[in-house]
């Protein structure tokens, strides 16, 4: 069965500084790989996916992910954060077994401090 | 475009009232229908999914339930509510053979 594992439930970080969040899955075939940013009391919103091609996804807001297939990884990063990123990230993973599910990590809550 | 809508956008309740959230998709046809359930400061929990009109999975037996009585429209339902089942509630679509998903506002429900 797929899991994903994110290792940081909070990371907090000084405004303009490089932050990375981390997750890492399991599955033994393809994988389709999410990151999604939760505001408070919003709904969840995709910021990018990789589905197949260059293992370099970039998103939204200037973010990007690295798919790493050896390491079983799928990091989020960001060269400098704002005060706006100031949100929840979660990690999702789905593959063509189970296609119309989308398994999430717990999140990581990333504050961004002025 | 597609959008997605919920409501109400919250919701108090007692212990063992019923409850009806309602969740529709416009803008596409036949999509993928989940409810999930965040709890506070926890993750995504899924409830339910349903691929078509009349078929739904439960994912986590409990008493809550969930109807798609239209292609478009996707019903998450209570007889009775436990304190156990406040939270957000999230409803999401997808399109056919997709996999990513999109997330409606949500619905913060206090039971008391």
């Known amino acids: 069965a797929q899991s994903v594992t994110q290792l940081d439930s909070q990371v907090p970080v000084f405004e303009e500084a490089p932050v990375e969040l981390r997750c890492n899955y399991s599955?033994?075939?393809?994988?389709?790989l999410f990151w999604y940013v939760q505001y408070p009391n919003q709904g969840l919103q995709l910021l990018l996916k990789?589905?197949?091609?260059?293992?370099l996804v970039k998103g939204i807001n200037g973010f990007e992910a690295e798919f790493n297939k050896s390491q079983t990884s799928f990091h989020l990063r960001k060269p400098s954060v704002h005060i706006s990123d100031t949100a929840e990230y979660f990690c999702?993973?789905?593959?063509?077994?189970?296609?119309?599910?989308?398994?999430f990590g717990p999140g990581t809550s990333l504050s961004v401090i002025p | 475009s597609q959008t997605i809508h919920q409501w109400p956008a919250t919701l108090v309740q007692p212990v063992g009232s019923p409850l009806s959230l309602e969740c529709t998709v416009e803008?596409?046809?036949?999509?993928?229908l989940y409810w999930y359930r965040q709890a506070a400061g926890r993750g995504l929990q899924l409830l339910f999914y349903?691929?078509?009109?009349?078929?739904i999975s439960s994912e986590v037996p409990q008493n809550l339930s969930a109807s798609r009585p239209q292609d478009r429209q996707f019903i998450l339902s209570s007889k009775k509510l436990l304190l156990s089942d406040s939270g957000f509630y999230l409803c999401?679509?997808?399109?056919?053979?997709?996999?990513?998903?999109?997330f409606g506002p949500g619905t913060r429900l206090t039971v008391t």
């Open positions: 803008g596409t046809s036949n999509p993928n």
């Open positions: 999401a679509w997808s399109g056919q053979h997709s996999y990513e998903q999109y």
């Open positions: 999702a993973v789905s593959d063509q077994a189970s296609y119309d599910k989308v398994i």
């Open positions: 349903s691929v078509g009109i009349g078929q």
């Open positions: 599955s033994s075939v393809s994988v389709y």
């Open positions: 990789y589905l197949s091609g260059s293992t």
